[in-house]
């Protein structure tokens, strides 16, 4: 379980996540929506210990992430909004290995890890591409690869829809999904897409750095969905 107790984050002078309360359980497809601006990042970053708190707690499986964000990081995968920018190494499977090199594991481990994990994602073909020569979609699945490789137990997706077109859209969805289902992994969704919440289970509702809203989908209404701002989308 990833818990944030009564979370307060400031980056300059003022708050920017205020008092935040949720608790997202093992197995779960959590969507986090909200405004530009809302903190949803921010909120997200504090769950594999890019951020700590400014005042308050977020404990992953019960560690203290302003205690150990080395062991509460590793539970934790990421995909950043800009995810090209998590792209180290130019050939692919080298990109995907890179993570697992740092864990110092055998040279067989690796490989072998690597290609099931290309495997999972169905972009064997691309492990000997150059990185810079793919779509922005195959980029993505890279950058989803590496995080993968390093078998976390819940991933984070920052905004993962908003740079591709329909077609990517739909099948990264559907990959996100699949990991859920299939490979049990807890998935925490940042989004400002309603389309977005399709396969979520549970949606927390950021506005200007509080919580809304948290609570099934189906029970989000207009009204909620007017006070946060999303209805224009
Ligand atoms: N690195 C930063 N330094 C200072 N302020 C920041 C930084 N990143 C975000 N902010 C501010 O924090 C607030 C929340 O931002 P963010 O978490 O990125 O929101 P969202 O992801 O919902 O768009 C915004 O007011 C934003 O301007
Ligand atoms: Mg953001």
């Known amino acids: 379980m990833i818990e944030a107790k009564n979370l307060y984050f400031k980056y300059d002078e003022e708050f920017v996540l205020k008092g935040i309360n ?3 359980k093992e197995g779960c497809f959590t969507a986090i929506i909200g405004a530009n601006g809302s903190g949803k990042t ?3 970053k ?3 210990s890019l951020l700590t708190p400014t005042k308050g707690n977020v404990l992953v499986d019960g560690i203290d992430t302003r205690k150990d964000e080395f062991d509460s990081r590793k539970k934790v995968g990421f995909v950043f909004q800009n995810f090209e920018d998590q792209l180290i190494h130019s050939i692919v499977e080298e990109d995907v290995a890179f993570g697992l090199e740092n864990l110092e594991w055998s040279n067989n481990i ?3 890890t690597v290609e099931q994990t290309l495997d999972k994602l ?5 492990a000997k591409r150059n990185v810079n020569m793919l779509s922005l979609g195959q980029k993505q699945m890279v950058a989803l690869a590496g995080v993968l490789a390093m078998n976390p137990m819940y991933i984070v997706f920052d905004e993962p829809t908003t740079m591709l077109d329909a077609k990517n859209k739909n099948n990264i969805m559907g990959v996100i999904r699949d990991l859920n289902i299939k490979n049990k992994i807890t ?3 940042v989004t400002n897409v309603l389309d977005d919440l399709k396969y979520a289970d549970r949606v927390i509702i950021l506005k200007d750095g509080s919580v809304l809203y948290d609570g099934k989908k189906y029970k989000l209404n207009k009204r909620i969905m007017d006070k946060a701002g999303l209805n224009d989308k």
């Open 122 to 126: 169905k972009i064997k073909n691309l």
């Open 22 to 24: 949720i608790k997202i």
């Open 187 to 189: 998935i925490i969704l």
């Open 46 to 48: 504090h769950f594999n």
């Open 42 to 44: 921010t909120l997200a």
């Open 110 to 112: 690796i490989k072998k």
